[in-house]
């Protein structure tokens, strides 16, 4: 789930500034009955735009009823750019749940480059997100847990009361099925799915739903259908960030910079149980100040959404040292101001929690009570359920979440130090998907579809539908991020 954790990441050490993309669109390969024009891709925090051929398919809220309220889904084609092109565009499916196509994948459309050039990328924001009816309210999902329960309640029926929506039809499975009506409406018979995070949720069941439409997948970051965003996710992140210790302490120069990390560490978070801290600092994006409270909790999010990327990892040990060695928490409440503010910019808190609830929150009550071991980010189950029993929500069966069995060739990607999906979840999905192969990019996080040769990989997959005689030996060769032993960058 998220957070931020998401691709648009913008850290007070590092300057990601995307090249524009200039190019004139053209017809895209299979012309179905769906009207395309030009238009230009833009996500919040970016100054590039992608041209692309963009419309709207209108389907009914309610897909089983086919009547009452209908809603746009938002559609975008960036047609392939070489002259062969083949008859099966690759599909985009995001993360979130609650994050929008359109702007989700634009940080990292480079990575689909090889692809690109013989296939058509199509991106639909699912029902709820982005342009496609969305979900919106304020606050991010975690943000909305922190509330108390009489002030949680009062946030999600005023939310609810702003939208025109119902809730209940904004699960996965129905989000599947208006991606194949759009796939029928573009003129494709057959696609590719890239899936990352909870789109490696959707893609599978896409797959299962139907699978005569599929050719191949790539699901990155990998949450297989009998896995419960929940009961793991403080266990997972002590587990990255244990291996990110790990490895300082492995570094001779963020050894020596920083000898007590774990120990200092705790101590931080200590600290803030004890007694939150209130900092007033400059906003990283408006420059206006701005007072933070920050807790225990808050300060668990923010070191989870960092080690999300090898590059914000790579802060993590110098972050915690100097904030405990100078009581200074200025630099950690700016990280916070950033994840906060990614995550309502990008993310659909309505259409998360339409998913989490009606997929994840009814299983969870069944696996409370579960032993917990000792973990830094507090277990996520309770507020989930809080949240769940206010926000109407669909129903989903238990056969949703049997795994799904396939032949389709299917790459699974995992970072080593995955705070949120880890391996473990890619060899899960792996054993009913009988042509699969799974890749593992040593210490990187979350998401690896950028990181070295893995886009060269996935173009040779999708362009031979088979994991049979894949060149993998590359993945080995890629390294994490050195640590930053002072702010001006790593030891030379």
């Known amino acids: 789930m998220r957070k931020s954790p998401h691709f648009c990441l913008v850290l007070i050490a590092l300057a990601l500034v995307a090249a524009c993309v200039a190019a004139t669109a053209s017809p895209i390969q299979n012309a179905g009955s769906l009207a395309l024009q030009d238009c230009q891709l833009s996500a919040p925090g970016m100054i590039s735009r992608y041209v692309a051929r963009c419309g709207t398919l209108t389907v009914f809220e309610d897909r089983s009823a086919r009547s009452g309220r209908q809603i746009d889904l938002r559609i975008a084609v960036l047609p392939a750019t070489g002259n062969t092109v083949a008859p099966d565009p690759l599909f985009l499916v995001a993360d979130g749940p609650g ?56 946030a999600l029926k005023t939310c609810l009361s702003r939208l025109d929506a119902d809730p209940r039809f904004y699960t996965t499975s129905i989000a599947m099925d208006d991606l194949d009506q759009v796939r029928s409406a573009l003129g494709y018979d057959q696609v590719n799915l890239y899936g990352a995070s909870y789109g490696t949720r959707a893609a599978l069941t896409y797959l299962r739903q139907h699978p005569a439409s599929v050719r191949t997948a790539i699901l990155d ?14 266990r997972d992140a002590q587990r990255a960030l244990d291996l990110i210790w790990s490895r300082c302490e492995a570094e001779p120069a963020c050894q020596a910079a920083f000898p007590h990390i774990r120990t200092e560490f705790e101590m931080l978070l200590a600290n803030l149980e004890r007694q939150p801290e ?98 830094y980010l507090n277990d996520m189950a309770d507020g989930l359920r809080g949240m769940c029993a206010t926000w109407p929500h669909g129903q989903v069966s238990a056969a949703f979440r049997q795994p799904v069995m396939s032949e389709t060739p299917v790459l699974l990607l995992s970072g080593e130090a995955d705070p949120v999906t880890p391996p473990a979840n890619g060899d899960q999905a792996a054993r009913t998907l009988a042509n699969s192969l799974h890749l593992v990019a040593p210490g990187q996080g979350h998401m690896v579809i950028s990181r070295g040769c893995i886009p060269k990989i996935a173009a040779a997959f999708v362009e031979r539908a088979t994991v049979k005689g894949l060149e993998t030996d590359c993945i080995k060769d890629i390294q994490p991020e050195p640590f930053f032993v002072s702010f001006a960058g790593p030891d030379s």
């Open 99 to 154: 994050q929008a196509a359109t702007e989700a994948f634009l940080p990292v459309l480079s990575a689909f480059e090889r692809i690109n050039h013989r296939r058509d990328i199509v991106l639909v924001d699912q029902r709820g997100t982005g342009k496609s009816h969305s979900l919106h309210c304020s606050q991010s999902p975690q943000d909305l847990a922190t509330l108390p329960d009489e002030q949680l309640a009062v």
């Open 278 to 375: 209130k900092v007033t600092v400059a906003h990283p994006v408006t420059g206006v100040p701005t007072e933070v409270t920050l807790t225990h909790q808050r300060l668990a999010s923010t070191i989870r959404s960092l080690s999300y990327r090898s590059e914000s990892a790579a802060l993590l040990p110098l972050l915690v040292h100097e904030t405990q060695r100078s009581s200074d928490y200025s630099r950690l409440a700016a990280q916070y101001l950033i994840l906060k503010d990614d995550l309502e910019q990008s993310v659909s808190d309505g259409m998360s929690l339409s998913v989490l609830c009606a997929e994840d929150a009814t299983f969870l009550a069944q696996n409370a009570g579960s032993p917990k071991a000792r973990t």
């Open 221 to 234: 970051g990998v949450m297989p259908q009998d896995w419960l965003l929940g009961p793991s996710v403080a």
